[in-house]
């Protein structure tokens, strides 16, 4: 049973455009929610995260948006870079238990 | 800096092989990870350890071996390699719980 769930699972966006990637959770006792940037050849590295005691936070381009009655989360990426290339993972804990992981979402941005 | 190694970082090995992958941390940190990374299924956890001494299975642990006999390093161990365990591996290590850090990954074919 997979606890988080993100889509789309490839994106193309064109460059200076709004990349979004969602994610489902079911767990209501999840209280960590970040988001993973891995670019090829490389290990993921925390982008940005939330806490549920907030709708929405923003970080430069990337802002989280937070829905907790519909337990949903998403990532929006502003402006979008062909340096924001990348797979973004989406995931979610409570307190000290391990990450669950969404399955990912490679984006492209065209220039 | 050295942060989080991993060693080697590129593997070919036969079926039925012995495998140890490497994972080396700098920061003292209390956990940490292995996961895998397959095409379609994103980040699965094979195991891990919330201090010296102590492991504990994740999603997939079947035909690994883990131990931790310090607390900067995390062998993962391969008894008889498979195909089905050609992936990316990832060791990751965390404090809180919350931000985990990443290693460059290792990439094991078993042929």
């Known amino acids: 049973q997979q606890q988080v769930k993100q889509s789309p699972q490839s994106l193309i966006v064109q460059k200076g455009g709004i990349s979004i990637i969602n994610c489902a959770y079911e767990?209501?006792?999840?209280?960590?929610f970040p988001w993973y940037q891995q670019f090829p050849g490389k290990g993921p590295a925390l982008l940005i995260a939330i806490r549920p005691d907030v709708s929405e936070k923003k970080e430069g381009r990337f802002t989280i948006s937070f829905n907790k009655s519909a337990k949903q989360f998403s990532l929006h990426i502003m402006d979008s870079q062909p340096g924001d290339s990348a797979t973004y993972f989406c995931?979610?804990?409570?307190?000290?238990?391990?990450?669950?992981f969404g399955k990912g979402t490679m984006l492209l941005v065209s220039p | 800096d050295a942060g989080i190694t991993q060693s080697p970082r590129y593997k070919i090995t036969e079926t039925g092989r012995q495998v140890t992958l490497m994972c080396h941390q700098t920061?003292?940190?209390?956990?940490m990870f292995w996961y895998r990374q397959d095409l379609g299924h994103g980040l699965r956890l094979i195991y891990y350890s919330a201090a010296a001494d102590i492991t504990d299975k994740g999603e997939v642990p079947d035909g690994y071996v883990v131990s931790r006999s310090k607390t900067e390093n995390f062998p993962l161990t391969l008894e008889s390699a498979t195909r089905s365990q050609t992936s990316v591996y990832f060791c990751?290590?965390?404090?809180?719980?919350?931000?985990?850090?990443f290693g460059e990954g290792s990439w094991l074919t078993v042929v």
């Open positions: 995931a979610a804990n409570k307190g000290y238990s391990t990450l669950t």
């Open positions: 920061w003292s940190h209390s956990y």
């Open positions: 767990n209501t006792a999840f209280d960590y």
């Open positions: 990751a290590s965390t404090n809180s719980g919350n931000t985990i850090y």
